[in-house]
Nanobody, 122 residues
Framework: QVDLVESGGGLVQPGGSLRLSCANS????????MSWYRQAPGKERDLVARISRGGDTNLADSVKGRFTISGDNAKNTVYLQMNNLKPEDTAVYYC????????????????WGQGTQVTVSS
């Protein structure tokens, strides 16, 4: 079992910044890609940002120029730096990891974090 532990959410004023972290607890989990999704009340869960093992990134159009996704392989952690936050960024943010376990390389697996609340309000 792979646990993804998220942190860094909270309440921030419009224009402020937050950095979310997602740490993978299982060193024998080889990650193909890690992603951040978000889900606002009454809405679907949407992809916000993604980073591949090779470091390629992509961002949703709504956050381009404001959010950055990065990874620290030594710490087995992925980050989402969120700048110039807007009220419409308010949501629960979920970390997602896709990859394989060392003892079962033939099976592609996907795991989710528990979610962290981000609220942007004055």
């Amino acid at each position: 079992q792979v646990d993804l532990v998220e942190s860094g959410g909270g309440l921030v004023q419009p224009g402020g910044s937050l950095r979310l972290s997602c740490a993978n607890s299982e060193r024998r989990f080889s990650i193909n890609r890690m992603s951040w999704y978000r889900q606002a009340p009454g809405k679907e869960r949407d992809l916000v940002a993604r980073i591949s093992r090779g470091g390629d990134t992509n961002l949703a159009d709504s956050v381009k120029g404001r959010f950055t996704i990065s990874g620290d392989n030594a710490k087995n952690t992925v980050y989402l730096q969120m700048n110039n936050l807007k009220p419409e960024d308010t949501a629960v943010y979920y970390c997602n990891a896709q990859g394989t376990l060392a003892w079962d390389l033939a099976r592609l697996r996907e795991y989710w974090g528990q979610g962290t609340q981000v609220t942007v309000s004055s």
